[in-house]
């Protein structure tokens, strides 16, 4: 008689996250990529000064959800390309819409300046 296995079956297992980091979208141009921008604080060596520093990171974002400047949570994963070795978990903060610019003319006026 053979014994069956025991365990979870593959498309059931989770994920293991490992390193997870919080950063603001800077670039959403890519198809199913995003370029995160990561800041943190780091001491000097010898002066004990606290300096910020910040690393731009490729990210996977399968569903094209994350729009530039949204806060977001990304994990590391096996690498997907030669910059991209991390995977969108989760938006935390949605950007807000950006607002219309409106040129000095068109407050005085109160219509849009004519075309050039």
Not at 9 to 14: D, N, S, V
Request: aromatic residues 2%; hydrophobic residues 30%.
């Amino acid at each position: 008689m053979a014994e069956q296995k025991t365990g979870t079956p593959k498309a059931q297992r989770e994920r293991p996250l490992l390193r997870t980091v919080v950063g603001v979208v800077a670039s959403d141009k890519g198809d199913k990529t995003i370029k995160v921008v990561v800041n943190y604080q780091t001491k000097h060596p010898k002066y004990g000064k606290y300096l910020k520093r910040r690393t731009s990171l490729h990210a996977h974002d399968e569903k094209n959800d994350a729009k530039e400047g949204d806060k977001v949570e990304i994990a590391e994963c096996r690498p997907l390309s030669k910059t991209k070795h991390h995977r969108l978990v989760r938006i935390i903060e949605r950007a807000p819409e950006r607002a219309v610019q409106v040129s000095a003319e068109e407050v005085m006026t109160g219509k849009a300046p004519e075309a050039r």
